[in-house]
């Protein structure tokens, strides 16, 4: 089992600057590749980004692209979303996400972690 904690959401006004963290434990030792997952009031949990094991590939939803940026620290085993030039469509509860194979769905993602909701003001 791999328990995930998001933290760092908040209220941001648009323009603004936000980074998110997803501090993983329980079986770390597994080369799980991350993602991150956002949800709006309404409607569906829809894909943001998301990072090999290694770090070396990263993928990112247009909507995102440009603005938002996926890293992580294995030696922490967290991950991080940088969150720039923030929108009020950004609006949502953010989730990070571990998984073995795949990326860009839901399914795709073997745990999950509770959320941490950012919002933006206009």
């Known amino acids: 089992q791999v328990q995930l904690?998001?933290?760092?959401?908040?209220?941001?006004?648009?323009?603004?600057?936000?980074?998110?963290?997803?501090?993983a434990s329980g079986r770390t030792n597994r080369n799980f590749a991350m993602g991150w997952f956002r949800q709006a009031p309404g409607k569906e949990r829809e894909f943001v980004a998301h990072i090999t094991w290694s770090g070396g590939s990263t993928y990112y939803a247009d909507s995102v692209k440009g603005r938002f940026t996926i890293s992580r620290?294995?030696?922490?085993?967290?991950?991080?979303?940088?969150?720039?030039?923030?929108?009020?469509?950004?609006?949502?509860?953010?989730?990070?996400?571990?998984?073995l194979?795949?990326?860009?769905?839901?399914?795709k993602y073997n745990y999950w972690g509770q959320g941490?909701?950012?919002?933006v003001s206009s």
């Open 5 to 23: 904690v998001e933290s760092g959401g908040g209220l941001v006004q648009a323009g603004g600057s936000l980074r998110l963290s997803c501090a």
């Open 73 to 99: 620290d294995n030696a922490k085993n967290t991950v991080y979303l940088q969150m720039n030039s923030l929108k009020p469509e950004d609006t949502a509860v953010y989730y990070c996400a571990a998984g």
């Open 101 to 107: 194979t795949g990326w860009g769905t839901w399914d």
């Open 116 to 119: 941490t909701q950012v919002t």
